[in-house]
């Protein structure tokens, strides 16, 4: 799967919407654009919204920030149940909205799309702002908007939509008339099923000024906009009646909302908001309000409908079996203070009398609701007809034997109950519960003064409690029983502590714990009771002292150990407090023998302190071995430490002594000894000074050593690591004299030495370009310098001398086995002609003038001249030009009477140097001004060739001469 797109992304394919979208309207739609010219985005959490412009005008497309199905499921919903299921019976007040899964390509991949009608309009929020502030607020446009809003809740209501965050920001005012924007919190009929455990989460919760505190708890559906439908309404209402509500609570606190707060919401017994609404000016504002407050209070499930019938709570009261003809009534006055005529099918289901008529002339009296009744009317100024008088007395006796009947048995007073019990007004109406309880209470009265008489004369107790065991059943609950309960349950605790105490003071023998623990459960059930005397007294209190010293006795392990000796020493004390006890005998005998292991490790911990100062280890290790074997004691480690010492000890005594004595290993030696006890190496110096003194110079010579070793492994060029060794060994050299390790240093400082002395040879040679110098000194043995730092670095230098030098060489050799030389090798002998001796020079001379004679002899072009210019005078000499890499140059000489024989009697002015590339760049050949005035130009060329130590010329060449007085030209005329 693609991964999802980013905002870069989506922007690089709204820059083509021809392409980028499925949605024909979008294809011709253009996002509006930031001023650099990219697509703007309104960014949220969650998506992101650009402004597209299109054939059919404004609509907003939001582009989603990364996949989320549950969400796309619910887009979905919403969408086909607004633009198919309802289509044009859509709301007015709900803008076109439609989900695409496959809206917008980005690259090779489809993703969704959520576009909705771009609504232009005033916030509801700004629109009460402005219309509240202006000099004289517009109260009629406040209540036209209450109006219009209560007709937006009712479109929506008989649409089964819930919008669910209504509040000031989501609703615009467009034409003065509410729309509502931002559907996705939206609850539609698919996303509300009939049963509620198969209802979604909710995924927007709305603003908190505007939402019941337990609707974050709610599932979505149907019901979630009654509470914020009422919040807006209360306010526009509320600053109608009163536009100083909104300067008080908006204006002057800088709050947001409408008119609520959160605070309002969350902690309403603290808001000063909600009583001021409650005395609104507005009769159905502070009826709205209560109905408002008290629902924070209550569970979401009933927060009052969003209907605004005056007679729907009286309807409810009417239309219940059982009327609560006070509340009818309550509710009645309350309409007709309101101005409200009741209808005529709610007029004679109010009338109270009537009511009480028909209590009266039922078959089946409800007392208690006739005895209201009859109480009631007077109240309320009315006169109790004639014909239901002495029903409304019978009712009254009734009812009155009912409650102190009730009473006595809420209070659990049988004798009161018993005393209250009318037959003969209770027995035909009164609940059968009620009426059984009242019957039983004479036979508990009986129970009752049984119990007392033996509280008050209780004997051992013994009577009592099988008294109140028979009873208890019968007097659940009474009060009076109370009492008898808990003296019985006392006695009862105290008997069986007693008995528990007196059948561990019958065994043989006698357990100290049973007793101890006997005697602990007497004295926490009370008083001891009777049949304990004295002697039972003198017994358990000392059980309870012995039986903790035994059981400290008992815990320490019969494993012989420092530890353990000390617990039991410490346990068993002076032995006084367990004199008599029999089961402290045993541990007499145990306590002697850890007493005396105690005083060996004593001992031993006298020669430790000792050997701590300077004494002999020896000491120490002749005290541990008094102790039994393996016996564990504080010191233990302690002794295996000076066991060890003392061999190590002796292991560095042997390496110190050894003829010739390895630094290395004596501080290897040393730092054994170190490592296993450090205390003791650190008193090296009290026991053994000389040793000490040997030690510590091994150390310090091996960190010389090491850091010799380290210069390989810390510096990477050869050089630089050489000089660290020759340095290194400059400064601390002296501080290894007569050390035998300094041997392993030799090999490496030796080739640090060579290296560093062939190399500065070989830099010699190259700052004095030595070539042959350099050839020798790298080819002379010593160490090898191939890849050696500052070499490298020259390589290319070195390179050129060395392939020059044998390059000369083979010069040599070429003169010497007479081999004619290369056109490169001239150059070579120009520049280091001095690398050549005399006899060298002079066959090098011969070659080159034995060329110049034959292979490398000047030849005449054909023709071997020619007149040019414009009027023909000029003259152009031409020849072939041989030797190339041999000849340097030729010379040219035109003169007016004869051919020269040497370039010297030329006239400096008429001589010119022919270079190679001169001469062919002129077609073979060169141009020259004959001399003034002649009628013949003689132009005579000699090959030259620099050797560095002498220039030689080669033979003559004549061309002409060349007739330029006739103005015509021939080359017959050449001479050569």
Known sequence: MASWPTQSDYKDSLQNPDTAFRDPDL??????????????????????????????????????????????????????YLERTLGPKKPPCVVKFQYHTEGIRVGKAWYPTL????????????????????????????????????????????????????????????????????????????????????????LEFGKPAYQHPARAA?????????????????????????????????????????????????RPAKSQLWPDLMRSKDPEVAEWARNLRASLNKPF?????????????????????????????????RLQRAGKDLPADLRGGADPVAALKELCDARVKDWPRIAAECERLPAAGRALPPDVRVTCDAARQRVAARDALKRALDERNPRAAAAAYQPALLDDWLEPQVLTAARAAAGQVALLDALKAATVNPGDGRTLVKLWSDSAPKLSGAAEARAYEAAANGWRIRIRAADAFLAACAKNPQVERELADAWQGVLTAGPPHPSLTPIHRARGENAARWWPALEKLRRVPAVASHENDAKLVAAWGDGAGLGGCGEAAPFAARVTEARARLALVEALDRAIRSAEQGGPEEAVLAAAGKLP???????????????????????????????????????????????????????????NPGLFRRAEEAVVRRKLLDRFASIDREERRKDRQDQKWLALWGEHGKLLTGCVDREELRERLTLARDRLEKWAK??????????????????????????????????????????RAERVVAIRQRITTGSPLAPEDMALLREHHDAFDAGTRAAIEAQVRARLAGDARLVPAYPAYTITGKRGGLVKACWSWGGHGLIAHCVVAVDARRFLTDPAEADPYSRLNCLAENHQREGGGVTLVPPAGATHAYVTVWPVVELGWKTIYGPALNIGPVPVGSGTASPTGTRW
């Not at 919008?163 to 924007?181: E, K």
């Not at 914020?228 to 909104?246: C, E, G, H, M």
């Not at 080819?779 to 392939?803: H, N």
Request: some cysteine; glycine content about 4%; overall charge neutral.
């Open 115 to 202: 576009t909705m009608a771009w609504v232009k309009g005033v916030a509801l929020g700004e629109w009460v702002r402005q219309t509240t502030e202006r000099k004289v607020p517009d109260v009629a446009a406040l209540k036209r908007m209450a109006e219009s809003w209560v007709g937006l809740v009712q479109q929506l209501q008989a649409t089964q939509i819930a919008h669910g965050d209504l509040q000031h920001d989501n609703v615009l005012v467009v034409n003065d008339a509410p729309v509502l924007v931002d559907y996705d919190g939206m609850c539609v009929p698919a996303l509300a099923p009939a049963d509620p455990k198969q209802r979604l989460d909710q």
């Open 629 to 687: 074997p393996n016996y564990p004691h504080p010191h233990t480690v302690r002794v295996l430490e000076g066991s060890e010492s003392v061999q190590l000890l002796a292991e560095l005594r042997r390496e110190a002594d050894r003829p010739q004595p390895s630094d290395r290993a004596i501080a290897t030696a040393y730092d054994r000894l170190k490592a296993r006890n450090l205390r003791f190496a650190a008193r090296l110096d009290k026991v």
């Open 762 to 803: 070989v830099s010699e040679a190259l700052k004095a370009r030595d070539m042959f110098t350099l050839l020798a000194r790298l080819g002379a043995p010593g160490p090898d310098l191939t890849d050696y730092p500052p070499l490298v670095a020259r390589a290319a230098e070195v390179g050129d001398l060395l392939a």
């Open 301 to 333: 499930a009933q927060i009052p409908p969003f209907t605004l019938d005056p007679f729907a709570r009286l309807r409810a009261l009417l239309t219940v079996s059982a009327r609560d003809w006070a509340q009818i009534e309550t509710e009645t006055v």
């Open 27 to 80: 294809r011709q739609s253009q996002a509006e654009r930031s001023p650099m010219g990219v697509p703007r985005a309104r960014s949220g959490a969650f998506a992101s919204v650009y402004k597209m412009t299109g054939p059919k005008g404004v609509v907003a497309l939001k582009l989603f920030n990364f996949p989320n199905e549950d969400r796309a499921r619910r887009y979905k919903a919403v969408s086909d």
């Open 218 to 266: 709610e599932r979505l559906g149907a019901d979630l906009d009654h509470f914020s439908a009422w919040v807006v309404l209360v306010a526009l209402r509320a600053i109608a009646a009163d536009p100083q509500l909104y300067v008080k609570y908006v204006l002057k606190t800088d709050n947001e909302n409408l008119l609520f707060t959160p605070a309002d919401m969350e």
